[in-house]
């Protein structure tokens, strides 16, 4: 049995609309609903609720937070896959890189461009594709979304795409 671990930190994966506010909101984490839809029949998948903010929110405090709960997992040698808000991945990847320098754990990014429950949401997808990177990359912090791993330092965000690309 591979335990993972899956570390919510909020971003569009998690948003829901909100009827008294008329808009999408990270209220409450759902991952874990998703999670159920899944497969998983060796896999012990560990969801450990960190926070739920939208990535243009988060700061250098939420990431020290973050890779502060991610320390005290780090001596399972435990892949860790973390939900994030895609606008700001690539700057949680690099800290998380910096904090944890020759890092031993394989620390997966993932988010979605659409909310997961929305039509045409990619966060099913994504969240899919992290776990079972989780089981085939090496140790070091990646990007993985809409079919393609990046190395976290050499990912950024194409808005025009809607997607990511290698960094030049």
Excluded: W
Excluded at 36 to 63: C, F, G, I, Y
Excluded at 141 to 167: E, S
């Amino acid at each position: 049995m591979q335990t993972i671990y899956v570390l919510t930190t909020g971003g569009t994966i998690e948003k829901m609309y909100s009827e008294q506010a008329g808009t999408v909101v990270n209220d409450a984490s759902k991952i874990g609903q998703y999670l159920d839809m899944l497969r998983l029949p060796d896999t012990d998948v560990q969801v450990v609720p960190v926070m739920n903010k939208d990535s243009l929110e988060m700061t250098a405090e939420d990431r020290a937070v973050l890779v502060a709960r991610m320390s005290t997992l780090l001596p399972s040698k435990c892949p860790i896959v973390i939900t994030h808000g895609t606008d700001t991945m690539a700057e949680t990847g690099i800290y998380i890189q910096r904090a944890f320098p020759g890092l031993s754990v394989l620390v997966i990014l993932t988010g979605a461009m659409r909310p997961l429950g929305f039509e045409h949401s990619d966060g099913l997808q994504n969240l899919t594709e992290s776990l079972l990177a989780a089981r085939l990359l090496a140790p070091g912090v990646y990007i993985v979304i809409h079919g393609q791993v990046f190395p976290a330092d050499r990912a950024v965000k194409d808005r025009d795409l809607g997607t990511f690309v290698a960094k030049e």
